[in-house]
């Protein structure tokens, strides 16, 4: 949401959305050092919040850096020494969106110390694969980092960017998987809704791409639409687009939506 106007807000509100779980993300450009970090991670739990309050929508956030800045350890590094500090914020839900850009070494060690971190702090991790064409080997190299930590549960973290070649690695892992929908890319509302009817309903949601972007604040609504169109019934529809979400972050107890 730090990349869309306040109109967006209004959409969503409109629209019904009960809770924003915004994860750290990349600022359309590379940022240079860990205070410009410091400064977006006090702008996500201190000024976005309030900012949605004005539209009566909680907002969340998730804290890490983002794997397209991955690639210098030596930054990275010193930007996960600061996440700790935020933690205790009542609106972080966890460490994320961490995962892997191009599937590099430098990425998948940040990788293991976003791991590290959340495992020692008890926290949820919500993880970004690739968008590229090694999306499937990505999305195996993050498992594995995931699996080879004993101290992880596999329900308490979510593999997002999942697409039809992915998802069931994904399920069988004990993830979650998360379709993010796009309205010209990735992962359309369509292709979600034939995911969903190929693979049922457990484990699986799916979220608005808010970005710098084409993308569309109110995706999951529009999902939600084909859904009807299709003929799915309302309370698969409210199951799909809200209690999935609900069950996975109600694992963490700060995590309170609008009523």
Known sequence: MVSRVTDDYVAMATAGCAAICEPAFWAGFDRSSPQGFFDYFRQLTEHEPKRAAKFGVPHY???????????????ATEVIALIPQFLAAPTVLGIGEIGLNKNSRNELKVLELHVDLAARHGQLILVHTPHLEDKLKGTRLIL???????????????????????????????????????????????RAVDILECYGNERLWMNSACDWGISVPLAVPYAALEMRRRGHAAAAIDGAIFGNPLRFLSQCPKFKPAS
């Not at 930590?149 to 960017?161: A, F, L, M, S």
């Not at 999942?162 to 979650?176: A, I, N, P, R, Y």
Request: charged share 30%; net charge negative.
């Open 61 to 75: 956030c998730w804290l890490c850096i983002n794997p397209k800045e991955a690639e210098d350890v030596k930054l």
């Open 144 to 190: 594995d980092v995931l699996k080879n930590d004993r101290r992880i549960q596999p329900e308490r973290c979510i593999i997002d960017h999942v697409e039809e070649h992915t998802v069931k690695l994904v399920l069988d892992q004990g993830c979650w998987a998360g379709m993010t929908l796009y309205p010209e890319t990735k992962c359309t509302a369509a």
